[in-house]
C-alpha cells in the first residue's frame, strides 16, 4: 500500500498497522451492518474506508441508474468540487468498464486513459462493481494522487467492503419493501378508519381526496360522486388541481371520470394534453398525466376518483394503478355510508320537523309507559312542558280516576298494535278535553321500544256535532209532528172532498163533481207532499226503520203492477212487464221495495205519453234487479246529475207540467241504499229514461239471518 | 144488512166513514176509545170491527187482543185501520189478532173489498 505508507508515520511498526487495520476494517464491517437505509450504507462505505489506518482519501459510491445507465453519485469523500447526485452518463468514465463486466478494474495511470474524468490531475484508480444478488447495481470507485498506488491487499478490502455493502443494501433493499408494503397497510388502514369514522359526506370526500393525493405521491386530484336520477358525476372535492373543479358536472363518457364511470375500468393517461377525450370543462387546467377509477360497490356506480401530476417527468405506473384499486373500494365505501348517513339524517330530520310541527299531540313512551318526548302540540294541549312530562307515566298524568282504567288498556295495548279510539283526558290545570287517540307500538330493528300515543283535540269537532245532531234531530221531530198535525185535517179534507163526490153522483149533480175533484187531486197532492218529506226527514235522521222480511217476489209485482195500472191506462201507455222464470224470494222491506218500484213506475207514466213502460225482474244468486224503462221525454245529463238530490225536479216548470213531490227518487235511492242496494239511471232526451234497482237477494249486510215472520 | 162496529177517536174520520159506509149500506155502531169498543163487541154481536189502532184508554192492539180472548169475539173479522204505513204496524196488528188492516186515508173502494171478502168467509 505505497499511498498509506506515505501518508502514515513510518515509524509505525507493521505490527501496530496490521492491527489499526483490522481494527479499522472491523469498525466499517460493524457500520455497514448497523446502517438503516441505503443512504447510511453508502455514507458508512465511504466513512468508514476513509480512514487512517487504511489510507483511502479520494473515493465515492454510484449507483446505477437502471433506466438511464447513467451512473448517479450515492456519497463521497474527498471529492469538493463534485455535486451531490453528480451523473457520469453512461459510456464515460473509468468505473463504466466495472459496471459493464461487474469485475474490479485497477487503472495504475490515469493519465494513459482517455476515459478518464479528471478530478485528479494525475494518480491511479480502482473500480470495485456494486453487486446484489448477483446483480451489478453501481459501482466504489477509489482514487489516489499516484500512481501504482494499489495493490493485491487493497483489491482484498475493497472487495470485501463492496460485498459486505451489497449484502447490506440488499437487506436494507428489502427492509425498504417491507416497510413500503407496511406504510401502504397503514395508509390503507388509516384511511378506513378515518373514513368510516367519519359520516359528514363532505368531510369525507375532503378525507377521499387528501390521502389519495398523499398515497399515491400525486400533485392532486379530484372526487366526484354519481347522481343516479341525472345519470351524471358531479365533482364534490378538488385538490390542486389548478382549479377548483368542485360542482363541475360531467356526463357519462366526459372526461377521464366520465370515461371510467362508463367502462367501469381504471384508466391511466399518460399524457392528458394529447388524449383524445379530455372535456372542455377542463382546458383550463395544467396536468400532464392523470389516473382516474370508478368508485364502485360491487358492480354499482357511487362515483369516479381522478389523480394527477402536473410534473412531465412524473409519470402513473402499474404500481399506482394498484395502489389505487387498493383505496378506491375503500373511499366508495366511505362515501356510500356517509351518502346513507346523511340520507338517514335528512330523514330523521325530516320526521323530527313534522312531529315538531304537527297540530296532533304525539308523545312517546318506553316500554313501562313512561314518557320519553313530547312535541309542542301536546304541550299546549295538556299543559305539561316537555321536561315537566319526561319520566312521568302517561295515564297518571293526563286521566282521571274515571277514565284510568280506559286509558291504561289503550297504553298496554298499543305496546302490542295499532289501536284507536275517543276518549276524555285531564289537562294539567284539571279541565277535561275530547280526543280521539291513536296508539301506535315504536318498533326498531324488529325490537318494540315503546310506543307513540297520538291526541288529536276533537272537543270543537264533538260539540259541533251533538250541536248539529240536536238541530237535525230538533228539525225531524218537527218535520213529524208537523207531518202529522198537517196529516189529519189533510184526510179530513180528502175524506169530505170523496164523500160529497160520491154524494153529487148519487143526486145527480154532476156540475159539483169538478172541483170536488180538484180539491180532492189537490189534497191527495198534498198528503203525498207530506209523506215524502216524513220519509226524507226520518231517511236523514237516521230513524227509518227497515222491516225485513224474506218475501216471493212474483206476488210483490203483481200487487205492484194492479196499483199502478190506472196510472199507466191515464196517458194511454202500455205496460210490458218481463221477468225471469223464477224469481223466488226477495230479503228487504216489502212495503218499502213496494213503494220504490210504484215511485219509479208513477214517475215513467208521468213522463210518458203513449208510449211503453217496461217493468223487469231479474236475479241472480247474490242481486234481484228490477228496471223500469220508459219511452218518455228523457233527461239531459246535467238533469240526471240533479236527480237524486231532494227538492231537484228537473225544473220547476216540470213540476207544474207533471205534478209530484220531487222526492220520490231521492226516498227510492235511500231506501235502496237502507236495504245495501242501489238505484242508477240511464237517459236520453226525448228517447226514454231507464231506472235500475239492485238489491242483494239475503238483505243488506249485518243481516243474514233467516226471516222469521 | 151486515153489522159493523166502528172504533175511532177522531170525530171527523169517525163521521166520515161511519156516513159513506152507511150510504153503501152497512148498519154502523161507532165506539170512541178501545175500552169502549170492546164492551160493545162484546154484546152486540158485529158481524165486523173497523179498529183504529191508535186509541185512547186502551189502544187498538191491546182491544184486538182482548177480543180475540174471548169466545163472543173470538172469530168476529177485524180490520185493523193503521195511520200512514208505518213500519211494523200492519205487522203488529196481524200479531195481535186482526184479519186484515188497511192504511189511512180510507181508499174506499179498497175498504170495501177487503170488508166484502172478509163478510163472505164468515158468511
Known amino acids: ?709 | 144488512m151486515a153489522r159493523i162496529l166502528l172504533v175511532e177517536d177522531n170525530e171527523m174520520n169517525r163521521d166520515m166513514l161511519s156516513r159513506r159506509l152507511q150510504r153503501k149500506g152497512y148498519e154502523i155502531t161507532m165506539a170512541v176509545d178501545g175500552r169502549e169498543g170492546v164492551d160493545k163487541a162484546r154484546t152486540g154481536g158485529f158481524d165486523l170491527i173497523l179498529m183504529d189502532m191508535s186509541l185512547p184508554e186502551i189502544d187498538g192492539w191491546e182491544a184486538t187482543r182482548q177480543l180475540r180472548a174471548v169466545p163472543e169475539t173470538e172469530h168476529t173479522p177485524i180490520i185493523a185501520l193503521t195511520a200512514h204505513a208505518m213500519a211494523g204496524d200492519r205487522e203488529k196488528a196481524l200479531e195481535a189478532g186482526c184479519d186484515d188492516y188497511d192504511t189511512k186515508p180510507i181508499e174506499l173502494p179498497r175498504l170495501l173489498e177487503k170488508i166484502e171478502t172478509l163478510l163472505r168467509r164468515d158468511a
Open chain 1, 1 to 709: 500500500m505505497p499511498h498509506r505508507s506515505r501518508t502514515g508515520p513510518r515509524t509505525t511498526s507493521a505490527r501496530s498497522a496490521a492491527a489499526h487495520r483490522q481494527a479499522a476494517l472491523l469498525r466499517l464491517s460493524t457500520a455497514i451492518a448497523a446502517a438503516q437505509d441505503e443512504e447510511a450504507i453508502y455514507r458508512s462505505v465511504v466513512n468508514g474506508l476513509h480512514d487512517e489506518a487504511l489510507g483511502y482519501n479520494f473515493l465515492g459510491v454510484f449507483l446505477l441508474d437502471s433506466e438511464t445507465g447513467d451512473r448517479v453519485l450515492q456519497a463521497s469523500v474527498g471529492w469538493p468540487d463534485v455535486p451531490t447526485e453528480w451523473r457520469v452518463h453512461r459510456g464515460e468514465g473509468l468505473s463504466e468498464q466495472a459496471v459493464q463486466d461487474g469485475k474490479l478494474h485497477y487503472t495504475p495511470d490515469v493519465t494513459r486513459e482517455s476515459k478518464y474524468l479528471p478530478s485528479l490531475a494525475s494518480g491511479s484508480e480502482l473500480d470495485v462493481p456494486l453487486r446484489v444478488n448477483g446483480r451489478t447495481i453501481g459501482v466504489l470507485v477509489v482514487e489516489s494522487a499516484e500512481p501504482n498506488a494499489f495493490g493485491d491487499e487493497d483489491f482484498e478490502i475493497l472487495q470485501a467492503a463492496t460485498n459486505q455493502a451489497g449484502i447490506a443494501i440488499a437487506r436494507a433493499r428489502l427492509l425498504e419493501a417491507e416497510r413500503r408494503r407496511a406504510d401502504e397497510h397503514k395508509a390503507l388502514l388509516d384511511t378506513m378508519a378515518d373514513l368510516s369514522s367519519e359520516l359528514e359526506l363532505s368531510r369525507v370526500l375532503q378525507a377521499v381526496i387528501e390521502r389519495a393525493v398523499t398515497l399515491l405521491g400525486v400533485t392532486g386530484g379530484e372526487v366526484a360522486i354519481y347522481e343516479e336520477e341525472t345519470r351524471e358525476l358531479v365533482v364534490v372535492a378538488s385538490e390542486r388541481i389548478g382549479k377548483d373543479s368542485t360542482g363541475t358536472r360531467l356526463k357519462m363518457g366526459e372526461g377521464a371520470m366520465g370515461t371510467v364511470a362508463r367502462t367501469l375500468e381504471p384508466l391511466i393517461i399518460p399524457s392528458y394534453h394529447e388524449w383524445l377525450g379530455q372535456s372542455a370543462k377542463y382546458a383550463d387546467v395544467l396536468v400532464h398525466s392523470v389516473m382516474a377509477a370508478p368508485l364502485l360497490i360491487g358492480r354499482r356506480l357511487v362515483g369516479a376518483i381522478a389523480t394527477v401530476h402536473s410534473d412531465p417527468a412524473r409519470v402513473f405506473n402499474q404500481e399506482d394503478l394498484r395502489l389505487l384499486n387498493l383505496f378506491a373500494p375503500q373511499a366508495a365505501v366511505a362515501i356510500e355510508n356517509a351518502r346513507l348517513y346523511t340520507a338517514a339524517q335528512r330523514q330523521r330530520q325530516y320526521f323530527r320537523e313534522l312531529v315538531r310541527n304537527s297540530p296532533v299531540a304525539i308523545v312517546t313512551l318506553n316500554q313501562v309507559y313512561r314518557v320519553v318526548e313530547c312535541n309542542p302540540a301536546f304541550e299546549s294541549l295538556f299543559g305539561y312542558p316537555q321536561a315537566e312530562a319526561v319520566g312521568r307515566n302517561l295515564d297518571e298524568l293526563i286521566a282521571t280516576d274515571a277514565t284510568r282504567e280506559e286509558a291504561e288498556q289503550y297504553t298496554r295495548e298499543a305496546l302490542d298494535r295499532p289501536v284507536h279510539g275517543i276518549g276524555r283526558r285531564k289537562r294539567k290545570d284539571g279541565t277535561m278535553v275530547d280526543v280521539e287517540i291513536l296508539g301506535v307500538p315504536v318498533i326498531v330493528d324488529d325490537e318494540r321500544v315503546g310506543l307513540m300515543g297520538l291526541y288529536h283535540d276533537i272537543s270543537e269537532l264533538l260539540q259541533a256535532r251533538r250541536d248539529a245532531e240536536a238541530a237535525n234531530s230538533a228539525k225531524s221531530q218537527f218535520l213529524a209532528s208537523m207531518s202529522h198535525e198537517l196529516r189529519t185535517p189533510l184526510n179530513a179534507i180528502i175524506g169530505y172532498s170523496e164523500m160529497l163526490q160520491e154524494e153529487v153522483e148519487e143526486l145527480r149533480q154532476p156540475q159539483l163533481q169538478d172541483d170536488l175533484t180538484k180539491i180532492n187531486t189537490a189534497g191527495r197532492h198534498l198528503l203525498e207532499l207530506i209523506n215524502d218529506i216524513l220519509d226524507l226527514s226520518k231517511i236523514e235522521a237516521g230513524k227509518m226503520q227497515l222491516h225485513l222480511e224474506t218475501f216471493p217476489i212474483e206476488p210483490m209485482l203483481e200487487d205492484v203492477i194492479t196499483t199502478v195500472r190506472p196510472l199507466v191506462m191515464k196517458n194511454a201507455n202500455h205496460l210490458e212487464v218481463r221477468r225471469a222464470d223464477r224469481l223466488g224470494t226477495l230479503r228487504a222491506d216489502l212495503t218499502k221495495v213496494r213503494q220504490m218500484l210504484l215511485n219509479l213506475l208513477s214517475n215513467a207514466c208521468k213522463f210518458t205519453d203513449h208510449g211503453t213502460i217496461t217493468l223487469s225482474a231479474d236475479r241472480d244468486d247474490q242481486h234481484v234487479v228490477f228496471t223500469v224503462r220508459d219511452s218518455g221525454i228523457g233527461m239531459t245529463a246535467e238533469q240526471m246529475e240533479r236527480l237524486f238530490e231532494a227538492f231537484a225536479q228537473a225544473d220547476a216548470a216540470t213540476t207544474s207540467k207533471y205534478g209530484g213531490t220531487g222526492l220520490g227518487l231521492v226516498i227510492t235511492k235511500r231506501f235502496a241504499h237502507l236495504m245495501g242496494g242501489d238505484v242508477q239511471v240511464m237517459s236520453t232526451p226525448g228517447k226514454g229514461s231507464t231506472f235500475t234497482i239492485e238489491l242483494p237477494a239475503r238483505g243488506p249486510d249485518g243481516d243474514r239471518e233467516p226471516a222469521t215472520d
